[in-house]
């Protein structure tokens, strides 16, 4: 997770207004909303990590293949899979799922179908 020096200040600052603000819930017991959608949270922690689809930050980052996550468990998940594809980072678990994901990317359709000819990888 990247460090108070590592972020950009706008993101110290939202993060700070969001965590100031509410602890678990405002005093009347409403939610705390999001100030950009106005989508509501029941803790300041769900908002801060809600937040992210707005500034899209990712804080977490694969010391591997360098491909950045939003949450902790993403990058977890990503690392349980041993097969990384260079071009995207895309974490797979098996090495022949490896050259079928390769080509998404070349376009590569090697099987027709008999009946409309139509190709597919």
């Known amino acids: 997770?990247?460090?108070?020096?590592?972020?950009?200040?706008?993101?110290?600052?939202?993060?700070?207004?969001?965590?100031?603000?509410s602890t678990v819930q405002?005093?009347?017991?409403?939610?705390?909303?999001?100030?950009?959608?106005?989508?509501?949270f029941q803790t300041?922690?769900?908002l801060l990590r809600h937040y992210r689809v707005h500034t899209d930050e990712r804080p977490f980052?694969?010391?591997?293949?360098?491909?950045?996550?939003?949450?902790?468990s993403h990058l977890l998940r990503h690392q349980q899979r041993p097969f990384c594809f260079p071009g995207c980072g895309k974490g797979l678990k098996h090495n022949?799922?490896?050259?079928?994901?390769?080509r998404t990317h070349i376009g590569e359709k090697p099987y027709q179908s008999p009946q409309c000819e139509k190709s597919f990888s």
């Open 44 to 46: 300041s922690s769900d």
């Open 1 to 21: 997770m990247k460090s108070r020096e590592d972020k950009s200040p706008r993101q110290n600052l939202v993060e700070e207004a969001i965590l100031s603000s």
């Open 96 to 102: 022949s799922t490896l050259a079928t994901h390769q």
């Open 26 to 40: 405002e005093p009347n017991g409403e939610e705390k909303p999001c100030s950009e959608c106005g989508k509501r």
């Open 61 to 72: 980052c694969c010391p591997d293949c360098g491909k950045e996550f939003r949450r902790n």
